[in-house]
């Protein structure tokens, strides 16, 4: 089934970096918009950023200029490249995408598990 597994998440110091990675497993027939979404302690889910197949990408205002997604497509696997950290990018950093496992199926939304990025004052 289609399952998404991210890794990259940890503890960090203002001003640093993490890369976040989410492998989709290869059941998936068809990939369309992969994205990343986080959810703060106490807060609402919120957008990141997304990226089509063909490479199109939308950021959230606060993450503009400081992180960058991008996607491999062969391997099923979405990147978040994030640069210049804040304490108010802390947060569970969820993978997802728009999947389907066969060709006659509409897309659905699948979801990672969250990997916990913490970024220290």
């Known amino acids: 089934q289609g399952q998404l597994v991210e890794s990259g998440g940890g503890l960090v110091q203002t001003g640093g970096s993490l890369r976040l990675s989410c492998a989709a497993s290869?059941?998936?027939?068809?990939?369309?918009?992969m994205g990343w979404y986080r959810q703060a302690p106490g807060k609402q889910r919120e957008l990141v950023a997304t990226i089509t197949p063909g490479g199109s990408t939308d950021y959230a205002d606060s993450v503009k200029g400081r992180f960058t997604i991008s996607r491999d497509n062969p391997k099923n696997t979405v990147y978040l490249q994030m640069n210049s950290l804040e304490p108010e990018d802390t947060a569970v950093y969820y993978c997802?995408?728009?999947?389907?496992?066969?060709?006659?199926?509409?897309?659905?939304?699948?979801w990672g598990q969250g990997t916990q990025v913490t970024v220290s004052s």
């Open positions: 997802t995408l728009q999947g389907k496992l066969t060709p006659l199926v509409p897309y659905y939304d699948y």
């Open positions: 290869k059941s998936f027939f068809s990939i369309n918009v």
